[in-house]
């Protein structure tokens, strides 16, 4: 087992990059510091850092270990506050991301139920795209993440199919494709789009429909973090957005629909994406329980 008061001389020197910063930040002396890192070096048998004009880069090992030394400091100081939680008569707190189509499908209505049965859970929803999300899953800012699945299996994350979804061309009603017929690819390349920020994904798939029908790609106008902001910006009538399916009730509110397009642009599948770990976690549990039921519920309406 690596010592954490190792890793953490290590992670300072790591931020740092000098002996004297990160030594001021830990109110210890240099020569204190170095020892510590060359008896991390010594349990480990390989070198962490290189001395450079830049300072003490890490090595190849070096930055292996920052990242998992990471994630060790941010899971103990989230089990210290779960059980500090938990001895008050708390549960704790549930971070969870999420993509733009569980902000308004599925995930409000889990989080009412767990805030109903479990008053003393607290849930930070955190939203945003998969490009933007995972990354946080993998740093462990996150604890699970609700989006698209359909991204390259990696050995510390594991995947939950839960729904299938499909993305459609939506316009608010005053748009003038909706006052046409039957809306041709040649008019959706000459739109004016809006989508998430960042969503390298969305822009990619977007690229691949147009160049196979020979036309460049649209682009997005304008960007945002927020499905309510996207949506306000259709519903000025000026914008086109793609979007999945299961967001349509909501936009309807807001005077936007689908598009009468010839076909349909892709369907990818969805659900949960959490760390593995070696124990189950019954915060992260209990969530994915929750949402487990709920899809039941919807698909048993036919509502999903």
Not at 182 to 197: A, M, Q, T
Request: glycine share 8%.
């Amino acid at each position: 087992m690596l010592n954490s008061k190792l890793l953490t001389c290590f992670l300072a020197v790591v931020t740092h990059r000098t002996l004297t910063a990160a030594a001021d930040e830990l109110c210890i002396t240099q020569p204190a510091l170095s020892k510590s890192l060359r008896k991390l070096e010594e349990q480990l048998g390989v070198p962490l850092f290189k001395r450079t004009a830049a300072g003490m880069v890490p090595t190849a090992y070096g930055a292996t270990l920052a990242h998992r030394a990471r994630l060790i400091q941010l899971e103990s100081q989230r089990a210290h506050d779960e059980i500090l939680s938990m001895k008050d008569g708390g549960v704790g707190m549930l971070n969870v991301g999420a993509g733009p189509l569980w902000s308004v499908h599925l995930l409000p209505d889990v989080v009412a139920e767990l805030a109903q049965t479990h008053p003393s859970l607290r849930v930070r929803v955190v939203p945003g795209v998969l490009s933007t999300l995972l990354p946080q899953l993998l740093r462990g800012e996150l604890d699970i993440i609700c989006a698209a699945l359909d991204f390259p299996d990696h050995d510390d994350i594991e995947k939950e199919y839960l729904i299938d979804s499909s993305h459609v061309f939506l316009a608010h009603r005053s748009h003038p494709l909706h006052q046409a017929g039957e809306v041709s690819d040649v008019e959706l390349s000459r739109c004016r789009f809006v989508g998430p920020h960042n969503d390298y994904a969305v822009l990619e798939r977007m690229k691949r429909y147009f160049a196979l029908r020979g036309l460049d790609t649209p682009g997005f106008a304008a960007e945002a973090d927020s499905l309510e902001i996207l949506l306000s910006l259709v519903a000025t009538g000026q914008f086109v957005a793609t979007q999945s399916h299961q967001v349509l009730p909501h936009a309807r509110k807001l005077g936007i629909d689908v598009l009468p397009t010839a076909q349909g642009i892709w369907r990818f599948r969805g659900g949960l994406a959490r760390r593995r770990h070696p124990v189950a976690l019954p915060l992260i549990d209990l969530f994915g329980d929750c949402m487990r039921r709920h899809v039941a519920a919807r698909e048993s309406s036919g509502g999903l």
